[in-house]
């Protein structure tokens, strides 16, 4: 944890479609840096995305993976929840993601955690 940035606390869970306008942008550009987190070639995102797609090609093509993710207020990822991840790729992630740097503050009224959908999709 970084010193002097107390942990988010988590809120009430508000819908896409029930968030303000500033908290479905920020989720948005969250989504864009895991993409390019996921993107980055190193040994351990070409593992990760290895197991992710053979998981996909298994699962009819596509399956959907909810991710928590608490920011803190400087734009850090601090803490990453999964669900529908297999445990060992759930590790890879989390540690993939915890620590990275959003490039921007949440809302400073943003509930969190910040929910994303990730959509796998096998390629053809």
Known sequence: MLHGAAP???????SADGAPAAWRDYALLV???VQDWLG?????TRRLRMSLEARSQQNASS????ARLWILA???VERVDLEGFD???A??????LTRQEVGAPPPA????????????QAKN
Do not use: F, W
């Open 87 to 89: 445990p060992a790729d």
């Open 74 to 76: 400087n734009g850090t």
């Open 63 to 66: 399956s959907t993976i909810v």
């Open 109 to 120: 009224d943003m509930s969190q955690p910040l929910h994303l959908k990730l959509s796998l």
């Open 8 to 14: 988010a606390q988590a809120a009430a869970y508000h």
């Open 91 to 96: 590790e890879a992630l989390r540690a993939l």
């Open 40 to 44: 980055q070639d190193s040994e351990q």
């Open 31 to 33: 989504g864009r840096r």
